[in-house]
């Protein structure tokens, strides 16, 4: 039994070395790709970091104004005593005499505890209503990061897809082509075609599957570059479950172009907003040092004082003292800081408006342009499909009246470049297509 437990355990063992055991293929929609970068990837956790970070700000902030208590323990041993000169004449002595003196005891210590508790302070009250619109802006700034990584993400997605169709469609080439090579050199063989056209269309054969071998290395970049984005690891394995042609049919750009623009909706604009808010508050936090700062407090202090150290014995006293007391700090006269931090206050709420304005134009400008740029690249896309079909019905009618002795080599290897640029175009525009449609949805807040 035990025998057999370690062959099966050096079995895999081998099999773990030799790499035969392969990590658990994660397959991916487009839409679970985009949530699960939201929970893994490195901005988006990050965001999350800082929301909770605005918390526990706000609830710093708070505590500065709740009840603080605060304990201390002293212990003073006095090597030597101080000497203090008395006139001798009040012990009886001569006049203009001195006599040498020690007050005090070598070993003091002390017991302290204070209670505090700020009741009244105007930038206090400002300061958690600034924390909180501190915490809105993070969740906004989280809510922002999520389109930017579902905006890569949908980019990384599509770019795997149409580097995949990419390297299909030059497979169905190198098919068709390595079959018209068999072909002609069969009818060489029989003295129907000449060597030199033989070896013509070996050559095109050649550099078909060198752009193969781009193709196959254009997948492995786009799958590594959609894993990073995603937070997975590049040795993670991830199969993709959309089909392009699916997406396409599914891309309704009449739909996306019908719809209107509504700024409220944009993540920029609310930020913008809070930021206004927050600067309008700088104003009245510059406002409260105007106002008095009222707090108490209650203080108890026990003191003992020994020759000896004897601190710990029971039968010692130690000596109480109690105070209450409230502070009350009265601003008067500060030669115009406080005035010319209102000022800078008001200034900055001013360029805050002036930025809000610029930044709500902007936004609207750039969805306007999105919107024609997807509109463009809608008809680039239609137009591009349509090159590309007619492309490949010539090569294919090519090859039919090469075989037929009609066409020559030259002429094949001209359809045959003119189906690779179309095929390279119609690519391009299936991919500027989704680039488009992406920025276009970004800017209606519909990632």
Not at 45 to 67: F, H
Not at 162 to 191: C, Y
Not at 340 to 351: P, R, T
Request: charged fraction near 20%.
């Amino acid at each position: 039994m035990i025998k057999s437990m370690k062959i099966s355990f050096l079995l895999l063992l081998a099999m773990v070395l030799s790499g035969t055991i392969q990590a658990q293929t994660q397959e991916f929609t487009l839409i679970q790709a985009q949530e699960y970068a939201v929970q893994h990837n490195y901005q988006a956790k990050n965001a999350v970091i800082d929301i909770a970070l605005a918390v526990k700000k706000i609830r710093e902030t708070t505590a500065s104004g709740l009840p603080q208590a605060e304990a201390s323990i002293g212990y003073t041993n006095f090597i030597n005593l101080a000497t203090q000169l008395i006139p001798a004449e009040f012990f009886g002595g001569k006049p203009g005499e001195f006599m040498e003196v020690q007050f005090g005891t070598k070993n003091n210590a002390s017991l302290q505890a204070q209670l505090s508790q700020l009741v009244y302070s105007g930038s206090y009250f400002v300061g958690l209503k600034m924390a909180k619109i501190g915490q809105e802006m993070t969740h906004l700034q989280l809510e922002q990061v999520k389109q930017d990584v579902r905006q890569a993400i949908a980019s990384s997605y599509i770019l795997c897809l149409v580097a995949e169709k990419n390297r299909d469609l030059m497979a169905e080439t190198i098919m068709t082509m390595e079959s018209l090579v068999k072909d002609s050199r069969a009818m060489q063989q029989k003295g129907f075609m000449e060597e030199t056209d033989a070896d013509k269309l070996t050559l095109l054969l050649a550099d078909l599957k060198t752009k193969q071998l781009n193709a196959a290395n254009q997948v492995r970049n786009a799958y590594s570059l959609l894993k990073f984005n995603m937070g997975l690891t590049i040795t993670d394995e991830v199969k993709l479950s959309e089909n392009l042609d699916v997406l396409l049919m599914a891309t309704d750009p009449e739909g996306l172009l019908s719809q209107a623009f509504e700024p409220q909706n944009n993540i920029n604009n609310k930020l913008m907003e809070a930021q206004a808010g927050f600067t309008k508050l700088q104003i009245k936090l510059a406002q409260s040092e105007y106002q008095p700062v009222v707090s108490a407090f209650l203080s108890q202090t026990e003191n003992a004082q020994r020759n000896t150290f004897s601190f710990f014995s029971p039968n010692e006293k130690w000596f109480p003292t109690t105070i209450f007391g409230v502070n009350v700090g009265i601003p008067i006269f500060s030669s115009g800081k406080r005035y010319y931090k209102v000022q800078q206050a008001n200034l900055n709420y001013e360029k805050s408006l002036n930025t809000k304005r610029q930044v709500a134009e902007s936004i609207a400008l750039g969805a306007l342009t999105s919107k024609n740029n997807f509109q463009v690249s809608v008809e680039t896309f239609r137009n591009q499909r349509d090159n590309f079909d007619l492309a490949k019905r010539i090569y294919a009618k090519d090859q039919i009246r090469y075989k037929s002795g009609v066409a020559s080599t030259t002429d094949l290897n001209q359809t045959y470049n003119t189906l690779l640029q179309a095929q390279g175009a119609y690519l391009g525009s299936v991919m500027d297509l989704f680039t488009k449609k992406f920025e276009l949805q970004k800017a209606y807040n519909q990632l």
